[in-house]
């Protein structure tokens, strides 16, 4: 009833002209907000590193990439796990490099994937993934049993003042050349 007394009294309808207007540019507006790209949950790992959410998204992204996948395996209670992440997140070469060359995923808690535990389930772990976009011998995307680190019963723990993880980062790196 109120909006057919805006429509016979004529100068209500430029108002209402630019109501209809306001009403369709904020979702275009909302759309475009101000949220960095790079916002993707990292707990304390690298706040400025674009992050998979799920492992699901990790392997889509993983499939159309010719990046490792890195996937992390922590605690947020546990003093090894926070005491790699402080590192990790310190140090300004592993940074760039996981900026530059991997698709990133942390997880806080256990897979029923038993392919992400191929000597056990304990944190923290580092598993560097081949991308099935690669041409290997096995194009499937499977743990590299090639990138391990320092220790034979935990063959993919690291420490935080272990240079393995930094090596090994770059051996992927490399290996993302000669084998492509």
């Known amino acids: 009833m109120r909006l057919e007394l805006l429509f016979r009294d004529q100068h209500y309808l430029p108002r209402l002209g630019v109501l209809l207007t306001t009403v369709r540019i904020i979702p275009t507006l909302l759309s475009k907000s101000h949220v960095p790209l790079r916002s993707a949950p990292s707990p304390g ?32 209670n546990c003093p090894h796990s926070s005491a790699l992440k402080k590192a990790f ?9 996981a900026d530059e060359d991997f698709i990133l995923l942390n997880l806080v808690f256990e ?6 535990s191929p000597d056990g389930q304990y944190v923290p772990r580092i598993l560097f993934l081949a991308s099935p976009s690669l041409r290997l011998a096995d194009p499937s995307l499977t743990v590299r049993a090639d990138i391990t680190g320092r220790y034979a019963d935990r063959l993919y723990a690291y420490e935080p003042s ?10 992927a790196k490399k290996l993302l050349k000669t084998e492509l």
Do not use: P
């Open 45 to 76: 790992w690298g706040d400025e590193l674009i992050w998979a959410q799920t492992y699901e998204e990790a392997l889509y992204r993983a499939k159309s990439s010719t990046k490792f996948l890195m996937v992390i395996f922590h605690l947020e």
């Open 89 to 97: 997140a310190e140090n300004k070469k592993i940074q760039k490099m």
């Open 111 to 116: 897979t029923t994937d038993k392919h992400l």
């Open 162 to 171: 272990d240079v393995g993880l930094r090596d090994n980062m770059k051996k």
